[in-house]
């Protein structure tokens, strides 16, 4: 427990794959701090991680991976920026985030995956949700995106505007400038 109080991250069950900087995957439990993983700016460097529970909040899948892998509240980049598949729990969760969300993840969407723009044909939200699951967040060094199961992926830590990952699509991405572990 965090004496400072309960920190809140959106999150990623065990197993799920991080893209690490040498194009190889690691489970993210199996991250360690100044491991270098892919982002949407090339490469970058892990300087903490996060291991809430799930507590409330659900699991969902995308586009049929075969497992319910992220929060519900966990933004997810876009065609048309970050998009999360409760951006109400989202934006009550993070404030400081909630001018960054776009909206509703839907089969509407199209992700940015490490392939390139993916449309999303389909999202399932667990039935069933533990909230003694265990969950894992990364913090990356000037750049809070990072690649899970090919999917980019925001942590929602501290924001300043940046160049656009697609110089059509204009977004803000944050930079964190100490190396929080809580």
């Known amino acids: 427990v965090d004496p400072a109080g309960p920190v809140l991250s959106c999150c990623f069950i065990a197993g799920v794959q991080i893209t690490m900087a040498d ?5 993210i439990e199996d991250v360690k701090i100044d491991d270098e993983v892919k982002t949407h700016n090339g490469i970058n460097t892990v300087k903490g991680f996060r291991r809430p529970l799930l507590g409330d909040r659900k699991l969902h899948d995308v586009n049929g991976t075969g497992e319910y892998f992220a929060t519900t509240d966990h933004m997810f980049m876009t065609s048309n920026g970050w998009k999360s598949v409760d951006p109400e729990m989202t934006r ?15 089969t509407t ?6 392939a390139g723009s993916v449309e999303v044909d389909s999202l399932d939200i667990s039935p069933v ?4 699951t265990q969950l894992y967040d990364l913090t990356i060094n000037e750049d809070e995106t990072y690649f899970v199961n090919g ?8 924001v300043r505007p940046i160049p656009s990952v697609d110089p059509v699509i204009p977004r803000m991405i944050p930079n964190i400038t100490s190396s929080n572990t809580s």
């Open 92 to 106: 009550a969760r993070y404030t400081h985030m909630a001018h960054l969300l776009e909206g509703e993840l839907d």
């Open 129 to 132: 949700n533990d909230p003694d």
């Open 109 to 114: 969407a199209t992700v940015i995956t490490e």
């Open 151 to 158: 999917f980019l992926v925001h942590n929602h830590s501290m």
């Open 23 to 27: 194009g190889s995957y690691k489970n």
